[in-house]
């Protein structure tokens, strides 16, 4: 007899889940482990908090660094490559080695380090760490193997970029000063070789003292002493003479023949007041002298303002000749570079262009053009024109989808006041792989606007933009005087096979349809507040003595002392006629206004679909259903409505004071308003519900009433305590889905799965009229009472047929104009499956349903549940979505402790669990100076956290085939994938950085100038600074190799350690030859031993009985 065991009988009662092995055997599932890989893709977007610029002019590359420790190299549009340094130092300056594949940056931690870029994706080769000293500059001459660092203790110390090997000739800031100088003369500042002579350096300190520094006879040749700080040096290309800028708004021009005073000193932005004196001026921070064929030098400087000035915005100036030029940005100036065809510095420079990188924009100016216009910049930079507040990702979305936004789009844009020539940084060529399928990414802003990307494969570039401000204008500025907060954008619906798109911001949702042909026409407007009360004494009656639901007109709505409520906008819509360029048009605004001053709950979750014509968007209070084609509001419901009397949770009343100014509220409804429904079209037409005009005031409200049963009170959950008062409850998660009623149902019917913060699902069931009729007569909605629960608030819901795939909502196709729509089938025949008759009894679907604590899966319409998963005990889920992987479908969730996980379904089984990404690292979009931890057991801090995590939510996107995106910066957008198939692919859609390319020749000198010596004087640098230089001191700086290097050292390693291995066993070997000769040469003597005892004894008996005399 088969014994059983008291957890196997406990689980047949219990009706217990199938073993995920037997769900795997029936349905078979093609994902493993293999198939998973995290990987980032590319980071577009302009780098946050820029610090360093650097440009090789012969491979025209340009390379930014950033605060946190980022390095961009960018070449061609369409050549962007993301690199970090270990630890996310901030990078103090960047060194090209000029058409040699290789850059070296220098860094706060007082590292250098050297990268390659010969490869697709760069890697550290060598790191030097400072120990002793800080460093605060560096220079690399041209072709040369050494690097000046300048330190903040004036020293100057040279290294080998080879080897990465500290020389031991030095430049001591005592030996720099004069003798008679008493003070310090503080860090270096610049350090700059002489353009014709590389034996001369010039070396400049904080407090203005400037060095030439005669390298071979190490001593200073000429020293200078400014008035005022130093911030910058250049030379001018004939190594006579160099100029200099400082604190004071000066530019001081040297003479090396002159050591005394400067050839001359202007302020270039000074004026000069009433009283004769000279208004101060802000510093210079930056000053390049370049000359040309023509005769007369550039002078490019930025700062320099006057102090007095107001209104003074950051700019670039630039000096030709007479003319003076002020070329105002947007944003602070943190570096520029003059763009010049000849890599060699003692050559005409002639600049046909200058990089300004700005603190949060980069500009290019064309020099050649009149009046210094601007290059149009290829790059998506402009991603943080407005804070990005949402971004969905679209993943396999229709092929004719991103030309159309394309051709009303960019396309259509005709910006005026650009340089008419080509985009001069050109470096580096595209990746010969690719997506065979689109990618879009749509991001909202806090201004409103909402912009198209193209996101295939490596790509980022603008489509379409669309303004939420040309449909609505905000009604009043907020308490910080920011008014961008009334439209900002938090959850964005875009339908792709339809074209529908659903914009949704705090208070408001727009529905928008796409269309090739302009015209003017006025946008219909639904008033809606969402209102929910709830009365602490269970025993009394709700004031309309009817427990039913009351839906009623705006107008009907009393407040205090009987008096009609106050109704206000946060935002409003705009009267009259808008013209609607081709795009998306707005089709309907739903606005949900404040109730008695009460500010409206934030639009939490907004779901359209195409085919049922629907709209339905819900917040902390309540669900709202629009009909999208005949603009009326089908339903407007209290989230504890939507359970009808099986509602689980206690109710926290409101205050007495509340109650008292509300008591007038409930009336008895009308017999065409029960239970939330709009059962007559032409009941707004009379003023009743769901009345609707262009710019209609008789707006339905919903105000839920609740009695709370002490039956049903017995029966609540076990998994909510008895001390929780629940207070809201959001409407978190909405899907539109052809499913299963109830278990009683053998069809399938239009329905909308809500989603709960308190882990509820329960079904809206949708009843459409006959396509015909869809115009005119009415749909039904109405609550079906069937409810699923989960720990935690729920994060998605999806619907998987009989074989394992993925069932899509319905949806139409889309058509221009009047010309006929075509619908998919609203209600798809749901086929029997054997395996899941035999796991549900007769099933057709898998419902899936993820919390941010939970997964179930289930078998419908018997509601059996065939899977369950905890997904996490002491943390939480950001972001899950099911998504489309290699002909299959999987559930990955982001997980608060920054694990990334991914599950097979419908088993539930683990396929990928890493770690991924911090959530600190995107604590920039909260509020709080903080995150709490989440691995805190306090309910507090823990609601601290979820409450930060939702906007992080609204900006973390996971989409099919593995691909994923999250706002890394407010500025910079990451891409990754899960995909190991595409990491494989990646190396192949990544451009190239460096190209193989002679450097440009250096032009002949003539003859007189060779003759008389005025030509360019070369240098032995190997000679000086090599071996014959001595080695520096170890405490100097300590090499950390890069991976390449640590590769090579390991091997190093490896190969030391065998031959030691064998250089032993030969020792061993020779000591045993050894001991065994030892062993023969004691055999030996032993037995000459004996010989000689033998020897000795026979002699000692032949003479033993002889007389000495007979001897």
């Not at 795997?24 to 890989?37: I, S």
Request: proline share 6%.
């Amino acid at each position: 007899m088969k014994k059983f065991s008291f957890k196997e009988m406990l689980d047949g009662l219990l009706g217990s889940t199938p073993a995920p092995a037997q769900l795997q055997q029936q349905f078979p599932e093609k994902l493993n482990v293999k198939d998973f890989q995290a990987m980032n893709i590319v980071r577009h977007g302009f780098p946050h908090q820029p610090t360093a610029l650097a440009f090789d002019p012969v491979q025209k590359l340009l390379a930014i660094g950033t605060k946190t420790g980022s390095l961009r190299l960018l070449g061609r549009p369409g050549v962007d490559i993301h690199v970090r340094h270990d630890g996310d130092p901030a990078v103090l300056q960047i060194a090209f080695l000029v058409n040699e594949g290789a850059l070296v940056t220098a860094c706060t931690d007082d590292t250098l380090n050297m990268w390659n870029i010969r490869q697709k994706i760069p890697e550290v080769v060598h790191t030097l760490k400072f120990q002793r000293e800080r460093t605060t500059c560096i220079s690399l001459p041209l072709q040369s193997k050494w690097l000046y660092v300048g330190t903040e203790k004036g020293n100057v110390h040279i290294v080998n970029i080879e080897s990465f090997v500290v020389s031991g000739y030095i430049i001591n800031w005592n030996k720099a000063i004069e003798l008679s100088r008493k003070n310090h003369p503080g860090p270096v500042t610049c350090l700059v070789d002489n353009p014709v002579d590389s034996n001369k350096l010039l070396i400049g300190f904080e407090t203005g003292l400037l060095v030439l520094w005669d390298l071979r006879t190490k001593a200073a040749d000429v020293r200078w002493q400014s008035a005022e700080p130093l911030r910058s040096v250049c030379w001018l290309s004939d190594g006579k003479q160099f100029m200099s800028s400082h604190a004071d708004g000066s530019l001081c021009t040297w003479s090396v023949k002159t050591p005394q005073r400067p050839v001359a000193t202007q302020f270039p932005h000074a004026k000069t007041r009433e009283n004769g004196q000279q208004e101060p001026c802000k510093a210079i921070q930056k000053v390049s002298w370049l000359s040309t064929r023509a005769g007369e030098p550039y002078v490019i400087f930025t700062g320099g303002l006057g102090h007095d000035t107001a209104g003074r915005t950051p700019s670039v100036t630039v000096m030709h000749g007479r003319t003076t030029t002020v070329l105002e940005m947007e944003h602070n100036v943190v570096d520029f570079i003059a763009l010049v065809d000849t890599p060699y510095p003692s050559e005409f420079q002639d600049p046909y262009g200058i990089v300004v990188l700005l603190q949060n924009d980069l500009v290019v100016v064309d020099l050649t053009s009149p009046g210094y216009p601007c290059f149009e910049n290829p790059y998506p930079m402009d991603l943080h024109g407005s804070t990005v507040t949402s971004c969905t990702y679209l993943a396999d979305c229709p092929g004719d989808l991103v030309p159309a936004l394309y051709s009303v789009g960019t396309a259509k844009q005709n910006r005026t006041g650009f340089s008419e020539k080509e985009w001069p940084i050109t470096g580096g060529t595209w990746g010969t792989g690719g997506n065979s399928y689109p990618e879009v990414v749509i991001t909202g802003h806090a201004d409103g606007s909402v912009k198209f990307w193209d996101a295939t494969a490596v790509s980022f570039q603008v489509l379409y933009k669309l303004k939420v401000s040309r449909v609505l204008e905000r009604q009043r500025r907020s308490q910080d005087g920011d008014t961008e907060d009334q439209l900002a954008v938090q959850q964005v619906v875009l339908c792709p096979e339809s074209r529908q798109l659903a914009v949704a911001g705090a208070s408001y949702v727009i529905h928008f349809r796409f269309s090739r042909n302009e015209k003017n026409a006025e946008v219909p407007c639904l008033e809606i507040p969402i209102v929910y009360e709830t009365y602490g004494d269970s025993d009394r009656d709700p004031p309309s003595g009817d427990p039913a639901v009351t839906v009623r007109p705006a107008d009907t709505i009393a407040g205090v002392n009987g008096k009609k409520a106050e109704l206000s906008l946060p935002v409003r819509c705009r009267s009259g006629p808008i013209r609607r360029p081709p795009g998306f048009h707005p089709e309907l605004v739903c606005i949900t206004p404040a109730v008695n001053g009460e500010p409206p709950g934030v639009i939490s979750s907004v779901a359209v679909n195409s085919a049922y014509g629907l709209l339905a968007y819900g917040n902390e209070s309540g669900l709202v259903i629009v009909d999208t084609v005949q603009r009326t509001c089908l339903l407007n419901l209290g989230t504890p409505d939507l359970y009808g009397p099986a509602d689980p949770y206690q109710r926290a009343p409101r205050s007495p004071k509340q109650r008292a100014e509300e008591a007038d509220l409930g009336r008895s409804p009308d017999s065409e308003q029960i239970n939330g429904l709009c059962l007559s079209p032409t009941a707004g037409k009379q003023g009743g519900v769901g009345s609707v005009s262009p710019r209609g005031r008789d707006v339905q409200r919903s105000r839920s009433q609740e009695r709370l049963d002490t039956q049903q009170t017995a029966s609540r959950s076990s998994s909510l305590s008895s001390l929780e008062n629940i207070s809201s409850e959001a409407i978190v998660c909405l899907q539109f889905a052809d499913t299963f009623v109830n278990k009683s149902e053998s069809s399938t019917c239009p329905c909308l799965l809500v989603g709960t913060s308190l882990g509820s699902t329960l079904i809206v069931q949708v009843a459409l009229p006959r396509s015909a009729d869809r115009a005119t007569q009415a749909v039904s909605v109405a609550p079906t009472g069937s409810i699923f629960r989960l720990n935690g608030a729920m994060q998605c819901i999806a619907l998987l047929d009989c074989s394992g795939a993925r069932i899509p909502a319905a949806a139409e196709t889309w058509r221009d104009g009047n010309k006929e729509r075509t619908r998919t089938p609203s209600r798809p025949t749901v086929s029997s499956c054997g395996s899941l008759s035999e796991a549900g009894g007769g099933d057709g679907q898998l419902l899936v349903l993820v919390s941010d604590k939970q997964a179930r899966v289930l078998a419908t319409p018997s509601h059996s549940c065939l899977c369950k998963l905890q997904i996490t005990e002491t943390s939480f889920v950001v972001r899950a979505e099911i998504i489309s992987l290699k002909d299959s479908v999987c559930l990955v969730c982001y997980l608060a402790n920054g694990r990334l996980n991914s599950y097979s379904l419908p088993s539930l089984r683990p396929l990928m669990e890493v770690e991924f990404l911090p959530l600190s690292d995107l604590s920039f979009q909260t509020t709080k100076s903080a995150i709490a931890d989440p691995m805190l057991a306090i309910w507090g801090q823990q609601m601290f956290v979820n409450e930060d995590a939702t906007q992080m939510a609204r900006t973390f996107c996971i989409s099919n085939h593995g691909h994923g995106l999250y706002l890394c910066s407010p500025s910079e957008i990451q891409k990754f994938t899960i995909s190991s198939e595409f990491c494989t692919q990646l190396q192949d859609m990544v451009g190239e950085l460096f190209l193989a390319c002679d450097m440009p020749e250096l032009p002949q000198q003539g003859f007189l100038k060779g003759l008389f010596g005025g030509g360019v004087r070369s240098l032995d640098r190997e000679e000086l600074f090599g071996e014959t230089s001595g080695k520096a001191s170890r405490s100097v700086a300590k090499l950390l190799t890069g991976p390449t290097a640590q590769a090579e050292q390991l091997q190093a390693r490896v190969s030391s350690t065998g031959g030691d291995v064998g250089r032993a066993r030969q020792a061993m070997i020779e000591r045993g030859q050894k001991l065994s000769k030892l062993e023969d040469r004691t055999e030996q003597l032993m037995a000459d031993a004996d010989n000689f005892s033998s020897t000795a004894h026979q002699l000692m008996m032949r003479y033993k009985d002889k007389k000495w005399y007979q001897l």
